[in-house]
């Protein structure tokens, strides 16, 4: 289930984030993947807040990361 958090589209990653129910779901990894904390890094930028264009996507960011 590996797979690059570049390229899914940001309405999988709010899914994602939204309903998966352990943190290997949310980022998209098997549960024992030792890339975890790269790919953490690249969900964190791809929704931190201060990248949302609108400010409704802001409070969906920041709700995400939070």
Known sequence: MDHNISSITLSTLY???QY???PSA???LAPDAV???DTYCAL???I???KGPSDSLREL???LFK
């Open 15 to 17: 899914m994602q984030v």
């Open 20 to 22: 998966c129910n352990t």
């Open 48 to 50: 931190h807040p201060n």
């Open 35 to 37: 890339e975890v904390r």
């Open 26 to 28: 949310i980022l998209g």
């Open 61 to 63: 960011h920041t709700s």
């Open 44 to 46: 964190a930028l791809r």
